[in-house]
């Protein structure tokens, strides 16, 4: 079981930067493809970013690359979403989730643990 806790969401202006941190529990932490969701209201879930379990190698949605970075610490069990240039758009809940597959997938159904979700406002 992976149990995974998001922060760093909140209120910010066009152009500006938030970070957010998901913390996970667990020993096998760094057997785990990490991802990053998105939730806009009224809106399926989408795909925003993810990253293998050596931090190697990372994938994102279209719609952020050269904006949002990915990134991981495998000592702290934890996983980091830099978000910069950031666009109302951008404006929805963001899952941290967890992924035993040993593949990065863009799909939902891949991943097996998810967090609680924070709450990324942009206003314009």
């Known amino acids: 079981q992976v149990q995974l806790v998001e922060s760093g969401g909140g209120l910010v202006q066009a152009g500006g930067s938030l970070r957010l941190s998901c913390a996970a529990s667990g020993r096998t932490f760094s057997t785990y493809v990490m991802g990053w969701f998105r939730q806009a209201s009224g809106k399926e879930r989408e795909f925003v970013a993810a990253?293998?379990?050596?931090?190697?190698?990372?994938y994102y949605a279209d719609s952020v690359k050269g904006r949002f970075t990915i990134s991981r610490d495998n000592a702290k069990n934890t996983v980091f979403l830099q978000m910069n240039s950031l666009k109302p758009e951008d404006t929805a809940v963001y899952y941290c989730?967890?992924?035993?597959?040993?593949?990065?997938?863009?799909?939902?159904?891949?991943?097996?643990?998810w967090g609680q979700g924070t709450q990324v406002t942009v206003s314009s």
């Open positions: 989730t967890a992924s035993s597959a040993g593949w990065v997938s863009r799909r939902v159904g891949e991943y097996d643990y």
């Open positions: 990253i293998n379990w050596s931090g190697s190698n990372t």
